[in-house]
């Protein structure tokens, strides 16, 4: 299993050609996923570039966010992503506190969230969490992850 501190990370090239000249099914798949909106919030800038690249690569929509605030900020003014990626140790908002005023809105309530973190489990919050996937990700387990709720 890769993991995403291992896993040289690259843009598939020319993904629309392949598609187009009978590709397999998962580059079928790939391309679906450029419909799909992935927020990612993460205060460390190389691992969010890295899940960024990725899941571009994979063509995903993704919206890069530094912490809670300007997560909670951005869902506020109506951007909706099919799934939050969200670290759980940040600062300005953490991710407790982003989950505690996410599940006061309705609206915001409904948005799935995975936990992205190195947190043991007794230290991770569990109300309003739809699945967890632990550092060092392992990339097809972020991926299976996302496409459970981006499907």
Do not use: W
């Not at 419909?35 to 969010?48: G, K, N, P, S, Y």
């Amino acid at each position: 299993m890769a993991r995403i501190d291992a896993f040289p990370i690259s843009p598939t090239p020319n993904r629309n050609a392949a598609i187009s000249r009978g590709a397999p099914r998962a580059a079928r798949e790939r391309d679906a996923g450029a419909q799909r909106l992935v927020a990612i919030v993460e205060d460390d800038v190389e691992f969010r570039n890295m899940l960024r690249e990725l899941l571009e690569g994979e063509g995903y929509r993704v919206l890069a966010l530094a912490n809670g605030a300007e997560a909670l900020e951005t869902l506020r003014s109506g951007v909706t992503p099919h799934v939050v990626l969200l670290d759980v140790s940040m600062p300005v908002m953490d991710g407790f506190d982003f989950l505690r005023h996410r599940n006061d809105d309705p609206r915001l309530a409904a948005v799935p969230v995975v936990l992205v973190t190195n947190a043991k489990p007794h230290e991770r919050p569990t109300v309003g969490v739809s699945d967890v996937v632990r550092k060092p990700i392992d990339i097809d387990e972020i991926l299976f992850a996302i496409k459970r709720y981006c499907a």
